[in-house]
């Protein structure tokens, strides 16, 4: 017997059929589904929607990888400023970093996923991934996978602790202090890198990815092991291989929000953080100019990616959402997606400022396939009353 999944939550005048576009979603989905969508249009909150009995509009989600959204638009603002150049050496900022013929890498390339440093080889203990500062130690003495600057292939679990100590090493501050004072807490963000412990009864457990019996055959089928790059970006080789599902389960993740898969947010938080990147709200000006929006979401890193041996497409540090993941998007849309479906994206061209998490994780893995429907339901709603 099947529960109605029940979608609360309002849309402004004109996005009525996003509502519609969620309900229809949630309603084929098992009982025990949980989710939001929260959307906003040049600033303007649109769509704030959820499903699931326990759930609500302020419930905070692991995000995985979405998390690299904010700790990128750290580095953006910080870019900004002029407090970091990208087109200076790594080693300008961080002298250690030139172990291992690691010496010529720029900023550029580290945060285009370049420097082939995804992992260490003996892997990371989960107390190491816990902490960015531990596994920055670890990386600087590695000798990198490739070429620092010849291929790209997704940092999954390290490219937040790699810049985060350039950010340190630069503004004697980590990442997720900058994050806190610069970006989370002027807008009362519910995106957290590092939970206080006055919000922990918001946080839903994440659920780990329950497939049908032919999604686990082809699961089955990807050719992968340990020591493969991929085995490696995962910490799949250490002598405690990591649990993906269960990363944001580990209470010294919540509190210490390392910056490549540690944030915990509302989809109102990750689309509050993207409209705040790109629009003004309440009276503050955008958090990046549009000179900055325009060259973190220039193209980088496009092409074959040798950790996820795919096509994929990088800015600096956001993924190239509308070649990624949603083709409809305008050109120079900057995001990231999470392991468990979460979505979360800004797209100069419309206004559009979007974000979506879910609490089990989705299959295959990054952006939940519900997010095409929904992505475009904003899009469509957002061109048909501007």
């Not at 009362?188 to 918001?202: D, M, S």
């Not at 890193?301 to 070649?323: E, I, P, W």
Request: a negative charge; proline letters at 5%.
């Amino acid at each position: 017997m099947t529960q109605e999944i029940t979608v609360r939550g309002t849309v402004a005048a004109g996005f009525e059929a996003v509502r519609e576009e969620f309900a229809a979603f949630a309603a084929g989905e098992p009982a025990d589904y949980e989710g939001q969508l929260c959307a906003y249009v040049h600033g303007r909150r649109v769509v704030d929607l959820w499903a699931g009995e326990e759930a609500d509009g302020d419930s905070l989600y692991g995000v995985f990888s979405s998390t690299k959204g904010a700790a990128h638009l750290v580095v953006a603002i910080l870019v900004q400023d002029g407090t970091l150049e990208l087109d200076r050496k790594v080693t300008y900022y961080w002298p250690e970093f030139a172990a291992e013929g690691k010496g010529m890498l720029t900023l550029r390339d580290l945060v285009a996923h370049r420097a082939g440093l995804v992992g260490t080889d003996t892997g990371f203990s989960p107390q190491e991934l816990a902490d960015d500062r531990a596994m920055a130690e670890r990386l600087a003495d590695q000798r990198p996978f490739w070429r620092p600057g010849t291929a790209f292939g997704y940092h999954a679990l390290v490219i937040g602790a790699l810049t985060g100590e350039v950010v340190r090493r630069a503004t004697g501050r980590t990442l997720q202090d900058v994050y806190e004072e610069r970006i989370r807490a002027p807008y009362a963000l519910g995106f957290f890198l590092g939970l206080p412990a006055a919000h922990e009864p918001r946080f839903r457990t994440a659920l780990p990815m329950r497939p049908t019996t032919a999604q686990q055959r082809l699961l089955d089928a990807v050719p992968s092991g340990p020591h493969t790059l991929a085995g490696i970006a995962f910490n799949e080789h250490a002598a405690e291989p990591v649990d993906l599902a269960a990363l944001p389960n580990d209470p010294r993740v919540r509190a210490r929000g390392p910056a490549s898969f540690g944030g915990v947010a509302s989809a109102r938080g990750l689309a509050g953080m993207y409209a705040a990147l790109l629009s003004e709200i309440d009276g503050k000006a955008a958090l990046l100019k549009e000179d900055t929006v325009a060259e973190f979401g220039q193209f980088h890193s496009v092409g074959y990616d040798l950790v996820a041996r795919a096509h994929k497409s990088y800015g600096l540090g956001f993924q190239a959402t509308a070649d990624t993941w949603h083709p409809f998007l305008g050109a120079g849309t900057i995001g990231h997606s999470g392991a468990a479906g979460s979505q979360a994206f800004a797209d100069p061209r419309s206004g559009v400022a979007y974000g979506y998490t879910r609490r089990r994780l989705a299959f295959p893995g990054g952006a939940a396939p519900e997010n095409d429907a929904l992505a475009k339901a904003v899009h469509e709603a957002a061109r048909e009353t501007r």
